[in-house]
């Protein structure tokens, strides 16, 4: 074989590679940028208001992190083709069931309330009124799924996935200085005055957002309902990969934009408050972070309230698919819209507890993060079921450390939530 | 018209409770044995779970107690 024909076959190859990549891609990438919620990018905006770029590495050391336990539900849903929910009942009885379907229905209801309060916060900065804000969502949440196939979903999931991505822009336009961005992306250290009880406050903010329990429950019943199989899961761990990547690198460049111009000068709270900052600042980033913060709002929400209702079809054994009409998965769509308007219409009630909604969503998921990562790593070392992609030695090592940081440092996330002043 | 309403709504409410605990019911009997082998590590994990949740949720209920 010549130099040109050996060259030829190995773009064949790369080539079909790519092919089917993208007809497996989809679960993994959808999942990891909506992790990237409302509540995700407030919570890096204010990271970078507060500390600038200090804490970049410690958001690269989170990439791992997400990536390990994400990649555990794409073997248990492409080898049992259940979902978490359905996973759960059959392997640990109807009580540790119960309580994780009911648990994940509270706590999903509750940050789908979050992810409107960003959404109507993101669209009220160029003066949409929130009940315009929640019809044109609630309308194209439903376009979304009324043709009845997963396909068409995922495209147009994609697309909103696309949108997440223009903080990138949003970093150039503030000009950051290159090398502090590098610096302090590889170099673990704190700001100026060392580690305090704030820092490790927002250490474990950022842990909460980047693994939320509905992750866990979307991934593996998308990867059901895309009919994922064993020979895929190469390719899935591949997109789970690449959204963990860019999860990483959004939060990074969210940072990098509001610690670039917001660090120092204005104290914010919020994604809306450093969009408006922004704007008074840099126009063009500051209304790329509201459009941002939107986006982040929108896929948050379509993912999180379909893993309710893939959960609840799974157990109850209604007709559960995107690939089905709403005529034959009714329950399903039914339970996917009452979520949505519901949620929707608690934001637009006068006097709603917003705020005391927001701090419950961060204490109610972590009853439910620990008990589903443990029932995670529980199946995934059980070779009846998973056979001989059961958890291997290194997997379990690196696996069991990332659950037992998660569950302690989420724990004390939510104690610091509920007693702001236990640990100063 | 308002009693005929009235008894519409009392026998829908009627059936959507006697309707979701007969479904409750079947899932229940349905996953009454769980699948999972119940090695040593399991039974310790699930323990370790239950008296964590049963903490947590202490602790949850003392902060509303003192909050109200």
């Known amino acids: 074989m010549n130099f040109w024909a050996k060259l030829f076959y190995v773009y064949r190859k790369f080539a079909k590679a790519i092919k089917i990549y993208l007809l497996i891609a989809g679960p993994g990438m959808i999942v990891m940028l909506a992790d990237n919620d409302a509540g995700g990018i407030t919570t890096y905006s204010v990271t970078g208001a507060k500390f600038g770029y200090n804490l970049l590495w410690f958001l690269i050391l989170l990439l791992p992190v997400a990536y390990f336990v994400q990649e555990m539900t794409v073997r248990l849903g492409a080898v049992t083709k259940r979902g978490h929910a359905e996973a759960i009942f059959h392997a640990f009885g109807s009580f540790w069931g119960w309580f994780s379907l009911l648990d994940l229905i509270l706590t999903d209801w509750l940050t789908l309330v979050t992810e409107f309060i960003g959404m109507t916060a993101a669209l009220s900065i160029f ?15 439903m376009l979304m799924v009324i043709k009845g196939s997963y396909w068409t979903w995922e495209k147009i999931a994609f697309l909103f996935c696309a949108v997440n991505l223009v903080y990138i822009p949003a970093a150039f336009m503030v000009h950051p200085t290159v090398s502090a961005v590098l610096y302090n992306s590889v170099v673990p250290h704190f700001p100026k005055g060392g580690f305090s009880n704030e820092i490790f406050f927002f250490l474990m903010a950022n842990i909460g957002t980047t693994i939320a329990p509905w992750m866990i429950f979307f991934q593996q019943s998308a990867v059901v309902d895309k009919g994922m199989l064993e020979k895929d899961i190469i390719w899935g761990k591949v997109d789970t990969f690449i959204g963990s990547f860019f999860t990483v690198v959004v939060a990074i460049f969210v940072i990098v934009v509001t610690g670039t111009l917001l660090y120092g ?137 990332i659950v037992v940081l998660i569950i302690i440092l989420s724990t004390l996330y939510a104690l610091t939530a509920l007693f702001p002043k236990i640990f100063s | ?66 909050l109200l």
């Not at chain 1, 009124?129 to 309308?139: E, F, K, Q």
């Open chain 1, 127 to 141: 003066g949409i009124p929130p009940i315009l804000t929640i019809i044109i969502v609630s309308l194209i949440m």
């Open chain 1, 265 to 401: 000068r204005t104290e914010i709270e919020s994604a809306a408050q450093a969009a408006i900052a922004l704007m008074n600042i840099n126009k063009n980033a500051g209304t790329l972070l509201a459009i941002g913060l939107f986006d982040a709002g929108f896929l948050g929400a379509i993912c999180i309230s379909l893993a309710s209702s893939w959960a609840f079809g799974e157990v109850f054994g209604w007709a559960h698919s995107l690939n089905m009409k709403i005529r034959e998965a009714p329950w399903f769509y039914a339970t996917y819209f009452f979520a949505l308007v519901t949620a929707g219409t608690v934001v637009l009630i006068p006097g709603a507890p917003l705020v005391l909604i927001t701090l419950f969503v961060q204490v109610i998921a972590v009853t439910l993060l620990p008990a589903a990562l443990v029932f995670l790593i529980i199946l995934l070392n059980d070779e009846d079921v998973m056979g001989k992609y059961k958890n291997t030695i290194p997997q379990n090592v690196i696996n069991i450390t």
């Open chain 2, 1 to 66: 018209m308002i009693k005929k309403i009235k008894e519409y709504i009392v026998t829908g409410i009627g059936n959507l409770i006697k309707n979701t605990t007969q479904e409750v019911r079947r899932i229940n009997s349905r996953y009454s044995v769980p699948h999972a082998k119940m090695t040593k590590g399991v039974k310790f994990s699930l323990m370790i779970l239950r008296i964590y949740l049963l903490v947590l949720i202490g602790i949850l209920c003392y902060k509303f107690i003192t």
